[in-house]
């Protein structure tokens, strides 16, 4: 029971997307596949087990928090070099550009998110999988937002960013009531 | 994003929306004026890094090691914070951190191509400092909005006169406001000057 709790927490009442402000650009949400999808819960729950061990055992018995952001960089460096090298051996290569360090954001704030739970492997892969499945349901729904408002007749000034930071806005306050809703159960 | 005009260029979209979670999180003076500094002490870091180092080191391994600068200096203003003020390091050190992987700090770790491209850096400067102090102003505005008052201590109990002005969500309505306003101008200069 307290599994799917905390599935719901991580997936609507505790959306990063409210917690961090972490939106996309409507490039980054309209083009999400399935394959994108799979890759990127994988990557957030791997990444946020790892950190979520190593901040628990070693930055936190050691006073070392601060030091958070050197290693994860120190993960998402070994991250890069291993898919690069795999990319490299079929032929390819990793273009990183402003689009995939917003995905290094996302993930983030995941593992971060995540990795202050008491220290239980599973426990943080399930709450990483909902966390990162929450950002990306709320991309999602945000993208149908913005397709059905594409339909409606906006003032000028109103059309493209301004409506879609908007949206976001007034999505984000029926998560903080959800959030409010629920926080106590969780 | 699907803005019709070229007033917001992608390059410049994607910066705005990396330092998005600092305006949404900056809800008082406080806040503010610490993101904005941690914001420009990475930046100014990992520029540094990317000029200084030497050009012997590939170009790959440069941009890398400004990246851990950048991270280096967000650890440094972390620590100098938590002796400052714990109550707000603790309030906002995960967000500290944030500022070492934002779109226009990463643009600085970029090493500089050629002596030609000064110029283009020095572009990229002003506009990574200009999203530091619009980080500050959004602090000072949001607090403003939300209590009518101004203060530097933020354990003093104080009356919310327009609550949603503290909320993420109102920090979003706020922005989406503001760009409709920033649009509006634009669009107005663009008619009076074709």
Same mark, same amino acid.
């Given at each position: 029971m307290n599994f799917i709790r905390l599935i719901f927490y991580f997936s609507f009442a505790g959306n990063i997307l409210i917690h961090w402000g972490l939106t996309g650009s409507r490039e980054d949400t309209e083009n999400i596949s399935f394959r &994108?999808?799979?890759?990127? !819960? +994988?990557?957030?729950?791997?990444?946020?087990? &790892?950190?979520?061990?190593?901040?628990? &055992?070693? /930055? +936190? =018995? /050691?006073? #070392?928090?601060? %030091?958070? =952001?050197?290693?994860? !960089?120190?993960?998402?460096y070994?991250?890069?070099?291993?898919l690069n090298a795999l990319l490299k051996s079929k032929n390819k290569s990793l273009n990183l550009n402003a689009k995939g360090f917003h995905i290094i954001m996302v993930v983030y704030a995941i593992a971060v998110t995540t990795g202050f739970l008491p220290i239980k492997p599973l426990r943080i892969f399930i709450s990483a999988f909902a966390c990162a499945f929450g950002a990306l349901a709320a991309a999602w729904f945000l993208e149908n937002i913005m397709k059905r408002l594409d339909l409606e007749d906006i003032p000028q000034v109103f059309k493209g960013s301004p409506i879609r930071l908007i949206s976001v806005g007034l999505m984000a306050m029926a998560f903080y009531g959800i959030e409010i809703s629920f926080f106590s159960l969780v | 994003m699907n803005?019709?005009?070229? #007033?917001?260029?992608?390059?410049?979209l994607s910066s705005f929306l990396s330092v998005l979670p600092f305006l949404v999180f900056a809800d008082n003076m406080q806040k503010g004026l610490v993101f904005s500094l941690v914001f420009v002490f990475a930046l100014s870091s990992a520029g540094l890094t990317?000029? #200084? #180092?030497p050009q012997s080191i590939d170009k790959n391994n440069r941009f890398w090691l400004s990246c851990f600068a950048a991270a280096a200096a967000s650890s440094i203003a972390a620590s100098t914070l938590r002796l %400052?003020? =714990?109550l707000l390091y603790e309030s906002c050190y995960t967000r500290i951190f944030l500022a070492s992987i934002t779109v226009p700090v990463l643009k600085m770790s970029v090493p500089l191509k050629n002596s030609y491209e000064t110029e283009k850096y020095i572009e990229k400067i002003l506009l990574a400092l200009a999203y530091g102090l619009l980080i500050l102003i959004f602090g000072v505005f949001r607090e403003f909005l939300a209590y009518c008052s101004l203060s530097t201590d933020s354990t003093l109990p104080k009356i919310m006169v327009f609550p949603m002005a503290g909320e993420a969500s109102g920090a979003f309505i706020l922005l989406g406001l503001a760009a409709a306003f920033v649009k509006a101008v634009f669009l107005k200069n663009k008619r009076i000057n074709p």
């Open positions: &994108f999808a799979l890759v990127f !819960l +994988c990557i957030s729950s791997v990444s946020a087990i &790892f950190f979520g061990i190593f901040y628990t &055992f070693i /930055l +936190c =018995p /050691l006073k #070392l928090e601060s %030091l958070s =952001p050197v290693v994860f !960089l120190i993960f998402i070994i991250v890069f070099y291993i | 803005d019709s005009s070229t #007033l917001i260029s992608k390059e410049n990317s000029i #200084l #180092l %400052l003020d =714990p």
